[in-house]
């Protein structure tokens, strides 16, 4: 027989994976744009991947979501490395941002 207390940990444990299951949903967004948006500015996206760096509540539109921010790695040249940063609010793109960067020079 089931009692409250099992009931809660049920409802806690699915809450974490609902949420582990969004968030996931959500980087692949921002891995899927960020690839995109590199290939449009003729820079090369290194490592095909994006990392968490921070998370925060935020106001949009008269609701709170969570703005998530992850860094990436980019090349022009093959040498150098820089870094670039993918703004989600929600599960959309707010914004996307490369480090200052050497042009890609075609011959």
């Given at each position: 027989?089931?009692?409250?207390?099992?009931?809660?940990?049920?409802?806690?444990?699915?809450?974490?994976?609902?949420?582990?299951?969004?968030?996931?949903?959500?980087?692949?967004?921002?891995l899927?744009?960020?690839?995109?948006?590199?290939?449009?500015?003729?820079?090369?996206?290194?490592?095909?991947?994006?990392?968490?760096?921070?998370?925060?509540?935020?106001?949009?539109?008269?609701?709170?979501?969570?703005?998530?921010?992850?860094?990436?790695?980019f090349?022009?040249?093959?040498?150098?490395?820089?870094?670039?940063?993918?703004?989600?609010?929600?599960?959309?793109?707010?914004?996307?941002?490369?480090?200052?960067?050497?042009?890609?020079?075609?011959?």
């Open positions: 027989m089931l009692e409250l207390s099992d009931v809660a940990l049920l409802l806690v444990f699915c809450f974490a994976v609902w949420i582990w299951w969004r968030a996931h949903a959500v980087k692949e967004t921002a899927a744009q960020t690839r995109k948006y590199c290939q449009s500015f003729d820079v090369q996206f290194l490592d095909e991947s994006v990392v968490l760096r921070g998370i925060w509540l935020k106001r949009d539109n008269g609701s709170w979501r969570f703005r998530r921010s992850y860094w990436f790695e090349t022009t040249t093959g040498e150098q490395r820089y870094n670039g940063v993918t703004m989600m609010i929600g599960a959309r793109v707010e914004t996307i941002q490369l480090e200052p960067h050497r042009p890609n020079e075609h011959e």
